[in-house]
């Protein structure tokens, strides 16, 4: 008789859904050869959590099963060994650059990649193929906070730490539902209040969600108006002496020019404009003045916008103009939506980016980069962004597309052109952890990655902390880590010597080294101090905040304290706002507006927290939230079907069973992301989106859709 001997070691990880990144300590148990974990908890140090984990994390185990995963490399739906995937991969992009130039290859990558997975992909696509046609979900998630950062601070900078809700006296929450999106934050949110009796919070939402449990005040505001109720606020700050002249006339540039284009916005002609009460307009702007401190915590309701990067710097000119940032307490606050969008941001992951913040359209940082890569060729321009990128691959232009850990046709707008455009293009690559993604069945080479617990790299959360993932667990079937596909097709197409890593650990010294690389001029985004660590190392790296500028350095937990900026004369940009009306307005064939968002328990697509049963007991499927009114003028009842069409939706139609809700407004309704024909369902949110986009970020519009709603007829 032979006995099997047992182990149990603690593993340390990061949780791989939202952009809060809650560290997760997870008990790892050996029988013998087989590796499983049994339990997972929040790591009680892990400064973005201090132990919490919210219901996805505390299920992270029910999601991680081998079912249902991708076990091997596929050619037109056969098996194959990985040299022959990958090497065709290389061909197909050889073959395409050879016949029509690197532009005609593009690569849509995910939020959900590790950074060092993003390093390699951005450095192949920008430094070896020679095109910037890389971009990402991330698009669709913070890319118009960004590009407002960029515009007001010179660099990609988020100013603030969750630290910073311990010292405020005035949350502002706008376009985000904290407590279904952020849980573990919100929850801090809600401990703040209650240990600080000055602390006021207010709700900037169409809708009443639950965050509204915490808010002292709440502005139902008209869809789409914030940036003239932050206008407004400027205007407000102004005109009752509320500014802090000293950090204007030191620090800043433009004060004049926002200030007149805000002079329009007396508080009478917010509350018109966006349709509210003037008294809770002057409430809230009476708050923001006199309180001394203030975070303005903005996510996707202001930036999935045709204007999120105006309405971004709506806000940001609003603490510029009081004072209220690089202090304890204050600033703009974007948070994330994904668990490593910020790090995806670190190492150039964008159409129109370059790694470590470098500037695409700058010829001396394109040098430096390439310099550094000692690549044959380097991108000149900026790529294609999410929607023209399959915009243009629809209209055949894009000939190979490389789509990794991401399922677009779901989550990108416009789901026919979407379709369509996979359907056109000669060579679809997906590579990905699961089997049964809406985008797998236009895929005709399928590559098998592994995913949370099996991978080893970093993330960056909301806040700058770069924390790791740890691999725990062998690799299901033949999949394999997503840098080590990339690599491998990189050494394929001949560059084997600028892409041969050993050891993840390699690529993020590289990364490191490059934020510091000569002649990049004086940048925040600096890890200098994370250059040069052995495996053991990074392998023991702990939550770390960047800027860290040298070995010495523990993190840096808030930015501009010594009001410097990073533009080139050190100061930050005013922006002046014109707000303008969203693209999709109702008309009378639609008269609906369609605002879409998250559950609480469920992530993107479903593709993981579909896994488990538990994650369906807040709801168990997708409804329409639609005000009694607005129900009664159609005819519809609770839990009676509603079909939904839009003027871009080719004829598909969204059928949902109604909510009623009285927090809705009358006119607008909701509906939730997820679902799809994965998951057997008539519910296709995309295809209601016509992909509309911000001209400045490229992110497109998923909170305005303007729809037709009539009771559902089945035949
Ligand atoms: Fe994961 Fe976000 Fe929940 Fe934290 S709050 S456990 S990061 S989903």
Not at 394 to 421: C, Y
Not at 478 to 507: L, N, P, T
Request: charged residues 20%.
């Amino acid at each position: 008789v032979t006995t099997t001997k047992r182990t149990q070691q603690l593993g340390q990880t990061t949780c791989p859904y939202c952009g809060v990144g809650c560290g997760v300590d997870v008990i790892r148990q050996q029988d013998g050869r087989n590796a499983s974990l049994k339990s997972v908890a929040g790591t009680p140090e892990h400064p973005a959590n201090f132990g919490r984990l919210c219901i996805k994390g505390t299920n992270l185990l029910q999601t991680n099963g081998a079912e249902n995963r991708l076990l091997s490399p596929s050619v037109a739906g056969k098996n194959v060994s990985w040299d022959t995937a990958t090497g065709l991969v290389a061909e197909k992009i050889k073959d395409v650059i050879a016949k029509h130039g690197p532009e005609a290859v593009a690569f849509y990558v995910s939020g959900q990649l590790l950074t060092e997975d993003y390093y390699v992909a951005n450095k192949l696509m920008k430094g070896y193929i020679g095109s910037a046609n890389i971009d990402t979900n991330s698009r669709l998630c913070m890319s118009s906070a960004v590009a407002a950062y960029k515009r007001a601070f010179g660099e990609d900078l988020v100013p603030c730490s969750y630290n910073d809700l311990e010292h405020t006296d005035l949350l502002v929450l706008v376009g985000s539902n904290a407590a279904w999106t952020h849980p573990v934050l919100f929850q801090r949110m809600e401990r703040a209040k209650l240990r600080n009796p000055d602390l006021n919070v207010v709700l900037i939402d169409p809708r009443a969600t639950d965050s509204s449990t915490l808010a002292d005040l709440h502005l139902p505001l008209k869809p789409g108006t914030d940036a003239a109720l932050f206008n407004g606020l400027l205007h407000f700050l102004v005109t009752q002496g509320h500014t802090d002249n000293t950090f204007i006339a030191d620090s800043t540039n433009g004060f004049e020019a926002a200030v007149e284009n805000a002079s329009v916005w007396s508080t009478a002609a917010v509350a018109n404009y966006c349709d509210l009460p003037e008294a809770s307009v002057i409430q809230f702007y009476t708050m923001f003045a006199k309180k001394t401190t203030a975070i303005t915590f903005f996510s996707m309701g202001i930036n999935q916008s045709t204007t999120g990067v105006d309405k971004g710097n709506a806000i940001i000119n609003c603490h510029l103009a009081s004072g209220k940032i690089g202090k304890p307490g204050s600033g703009p606050f974007s948070i994330t939506g994904q668990p490593n969008a910020m790090g995806g941001r670190e190492v150039g992951g964008l159409a129109n980016m370059l790694a470590a913040h470098m500037d695409i359209d700058n010829a001396e940082h394109r040098k430096n980069v390439q310099t550094f890569w000692q690549s044959p060729v380097m991108a000149e321009r900026q790529g294609l962004k999410a929607v023209d990128m399959f915009e243009r691959m629809a209209a055949g232009d894009i000939k190979f597309v490389w789509i990794m850990a991401t399922n677009p046709v779901v989550s990108m707008p416009n789901r026919p052109q979407i379709e369509a455009a996979l359907e056109k293009c000669e060579t679809v690559v997906v590579s990905d952890i699961v089997a049964n993604t809406d985008t797998l069945a236009f895929a005709d080479i399928v590559l098998p990655a592994t995913g949370w617990s099996e991978k080893d790299g970093t993330v960056t959360n909301s806040e700058r902390r770069i924390s790791r993932q740890r691999g725990l667990l062998p690799a299901p079937g033949e999949a394999r880590h997503d840098w080590q596909i990339i690599c491998d097709v990189a050494g394929k197409m001949g560059f084997a010597d600028s892409f041969s890593y050993a050891h993840v650990s390699e690529i993020f010294d590289e990364h490191t080294r490059l934020t510091t690389y000569k002649n990049h001029g004086e940048r925040a985004l600096n890890l200098c101090g994370l250059s040069g660590m052995t495996v053991s190392e990074y392998d023991r790296l702990s939550p770390t905040q960047w800027p860290v500028a040298d070995a010495t350095c523990q993190g840096t937990e808030r930015l501009f304290s010594d009001g410097k900026f990073f533009t080139a004369d050190r100061r930050a940009n005013f922006i002046a706002i014109q707000p303008a009306a969203p693209a999709q307005l109702t008309c009378e064939a639609f008269p609906f507006v369609l605002n879409s968002g998250r559950l609480r328990d469920q992530w993107h697509t479903m593709t993981r927290t579909g896994k488990a049963a538990k994650l369906f007991r807040h709801t168990a499927q997708a409804t329409l939230a639609m005000h009694p009114d607005d129900a009664e003028k159609l005819s519809l009842k609770e839990g009676d079907l509603a079909a939904l069409s839009a003027a871009s939706s080719g004829g598909m139609t969204t059928i949902l069973p109604v909510t009623l809700e009285t927090r809705q407004r009358k006119g607008e309704v909701f509906a939730p992301i997820h679902w799809s024909k994965a998951w057997g369902s008539h519910c296709q949110i995309g295809a209601l989106f016509n992909g509309a986009n911000d001209e400045i970020s490229g992110q497109p519009e998923l909170k305005h859709a303007a729809v037709a709603i009539q009771p559902a007829a089945f035949t």
